[in-house]
């Protein structure tokens, strides 16, 4: 109790109605009970609380439909549309990549290289790290192309074309096939000194991210235009063009691998896991060529068309046993590792594309046709007057001349036009039968027929049933105008007589080493026997006097110390530019040792247009050089017999 307020003492009074809620009852003395007046103005109202039960309800509801539709979504992805959601993930994710296969070599009998793979990088790029979004820039694709165009040696515009493409979408062009280590080098230098500016600036950017690269393959030359005929090349897709390389694309491309990987941001990610196929190597080829002949021929036949201004020229040397080709040369050739510089005619190989006329070389079918036919011998006397008149045409020889008598060895030897149709007259009671025979023996030397090279472009040349022979026809056709042969045919032929009849077909390929390191040999070449051994012997006797005897018009192929046996050809040209006959073909075939062959050179040279076009005079010199270095190549020994010395003429 305060000291402030005074004690006051409670007189009971009396009791009152009790408060409502205190549990008394109001007794005398109780204050009265105030009663609620009406509210002070100002004073705040009441507020009264709903109830939260419904708000609650419609939460629950609302947050049930949300989970509903979340539950029914990923039931959707997770097992109704797994696979596609999952197929479209990996397609995004993962990147697939060819592995190239390493084409094979093409080699020489001797397993030096002649065509050859080095390391070498696609340049690629992914388009979608060249945008705007990307870079932050608006020109990445023009200043990524101005800086790859003289790396790359490429047109600028077209790099843009290929960084922006219309699919937006792409991921992979290839701007540049099979560069050099070199290339890639200046490349990756260019981006590592790029990314290195953009760490230290934030406003550069590297805009050869993009930029990556394809181990692959380059095909390499090592020898250039050596046997450029023969080999052929590859095109920019790295599958062969022309030549071995096309005809025996399959064998030597090998098989391609594959490797799919996840990546990104154009980057490997090595814990995601990678499928691989790996590439199965080509087959390597062994050819049956000799580099070192092959080189010999090719400088000498380049050499005398260029003195002669020629056109074209081909040499072909060939194993007379064997049918194997030794070399295959072509002038002017062209260079496979620089075909932007090669003259689209250059291109191929004209000793088995081109088809000629033969000429005088073809004779030696026609001695053939008579001598198996036992028509005549080589001593038989034949009287060649100046001109001789058939059907509707006078024919000559190459020279004005008295009448010759001519053994028909000597009519061979001096290569006379009208000695040859008076001799095969005599194939026949009539001159149709006669055209019969000759034909026939044509066709079994392998003329109008494919060589079995299978080489691509290959000619058959053209013979025609002897039904349709033209009046000229009947009596040019055996001096070798009126149909048309390529080179290898020609060779063939001479190589038939050489190996006692029998003609094997000329080969390419010795065979193949495949992937597991083990060599499997070509194909044994068909054989077939065309005229006796004795004929074949005396022809190889007869055509040694077209060189040894001074009446003979292959003079210049004699060889000191070897029998040498060769026919000479001079005949008129039909330009392909105008289906009309315009300057010649000039040719020299023959085989050596004569008496046991083992060589067969036949050259020839088309339109020459400076000095002598005869064949025996420009010929005649290309097939000594390249005779004389086979032999020494092969080490063939000269065989120390005499010569037969048949009679070139007699005296009437």
Not at 414 to 419: A, L, P, Q, V, Y
Not at 516 to 522: E, I, L, N, Q, V
């Amino acid at each position: 109790m305060s000291d402030r307020e005074p004690l006051r003492r409670r007189v009971p009074g009396p009791a009152g109605p009790a408060r409502p809620g205190t549990g008394q009852r109001p007794g005398p003395g109780a204050r009265p009970v105030r009663r609620p007046g009406p509210p002070r103005p100002g004073a705040p109202k009441a507020i009264r609380l709903g109830s939260p039960r419904p708000r609650l309800r419609l939460i629950g509801v609302a947050l049930t439909l949300v989970l509903l539709a979340f539950v029914v979504r990923l039931f959707q992805v997770q097992a109704v549309d797994a696979g596609t959601y999952a197929a479209k993930a990996e397609q995004n994710r993962y990147v697939g990549q060819v592995l190239a296969a390493e084409r094979g070599e093409i080699t020489d009998r001797s397993g030096v290289a002649l065509a050859t793979s080095e390391d070498a990088y696609d340049i690629t790029a992914d388009p979608t790290m060249f945008t705007p979004d990307e870079l932050g820039i608006a020109d990445g694709p023009e200043q990524a192309a101005a800086l790859l165009a003289p790396i790359l040696g490429q047109d600028q515009d077209e790099l843009v074309e290929k960084l922006r493409p219309e699919n937006k979408a792409l991921r992979y062009v290839k701007l540049a096939s099979r560069q050099t280590p070199q290339v890639w080098k200046q490349i990756k230098d260019l981006k590592s000194a790029l990314a290195k500016k953009a760490e230290n600036d934030e406003s550069a950017a590297n805009v050869l991210a993009g930029v990556l690269s394809v181990p692959t393959s380059k095909r390499v030359y090592p020898n250039n235009e050596l046997a450029a005929g023969i080999l052929g090349w590859v095109n920019a897709e790295g599958r062969g063009g022309g030549g071995i390389e096309l005809q025996l694309d399959k064998r030597l491309a090998g098989k391609d691998g594959k490797i799919r990987y996840a990546q990104s941001g154009g980057r490997l990610v090595p814990t995601a896991g990678s499928a691989e196929t790996p590439a199965v190597p080509g087959s390597d080829i062994e050819l049956t060529i000799d580099r070192d002949i092959q080189w010999a021929a090719q400088n000498a036949i380049s050499r005398q068309v260029k003195e002669s201004a020629a056109d074209r020229g081909y040499v072909i040397v060939q194993d007379t046993r064997t049918g194997e080709v030794l070399a295959m040369a072509n002038a002017p050739g062209f260079d496979p590792n620089n075909l932007s510089e090669a003259a689209p005619e250059t291109l191929g190989n004209a000793a088995v594309q081109d088809a000629f006329e033969p000429g005088s070389t073809a004779k030696v079918l026609s001695m053939a046709a008579v001598l198996e036919e036992n028509a005549a011998t080589p001593t038989t006397h034949v009287v060649v007057p100046n001109r001789l008149h058939r059907g509707d045409r006078l024919f000559k020889d190459d020279v004005d001349h008295p009448t010759w008598y001519l053994t028909l060895n000597g009519v061979l030897a001096k290569s006379s036009n009208i000695g040859t149709i008076l001799a095969t007259g005599q194939l026949g009671k009539t001159q149709a039968q006669a055209n019969k025979v000759l034909y026939d023996y044509l066709r079994k030397f392998g003329f109008g027929s494919h060589t079995g090279l299978g080489f691509p472009g290959e000619t058959k040349g053209i013979l025609a049933p002897p039904d349709t022979w033209s009046t000229s026809q009947q009596y040019t056709i055996p001096f070798g105008q009126g149909v048309s042969i390529n080179a290898m045919q020609a060779a063939s032929v001479y190589s038939t007589i050489a190996n006692g009849g029998v003609r094997i077909e000329p080969t390419l390929v010795r065979g193949s080493t495949g992937p597991d390191g083990r060599f499997t040999p070509a194909p044994e070449p068909e054989k077939t026997r065309v005229v006796s051994e004795k004929t074949a012997k005396t022809l190889a006797r007869m055509l040694e006097s077209v060189v040894d005897d001074e009446e003979g018009t292959g003079t210049k192929a004699r060889i000191p110390g070897y029998r040498v046996a060769g026919k000479t050809g001079t005949a008129n040209r039909v330009d392909p530019a105008t289906g009309k006959y315009h300057g010649y073909t000039s040719s020299f075939a023959g085989f050596a040792p004569a008496d046991k062959p083992r060589v067969t050179v036949y050259c020839v040279i088309q339109n020459a247009t400076e000095g002598s076009y005869f064949g025996g005079q420009i010929c005649g010199p290309v097939y000594k050089q390249v005779m004389e270095f086979a032999l020494k190549t092969l080490q063939v020994p000269p065989t120390g017999a005499e010569p037969a010395n048949l009679p070139v003429t007699f005296k009437p």
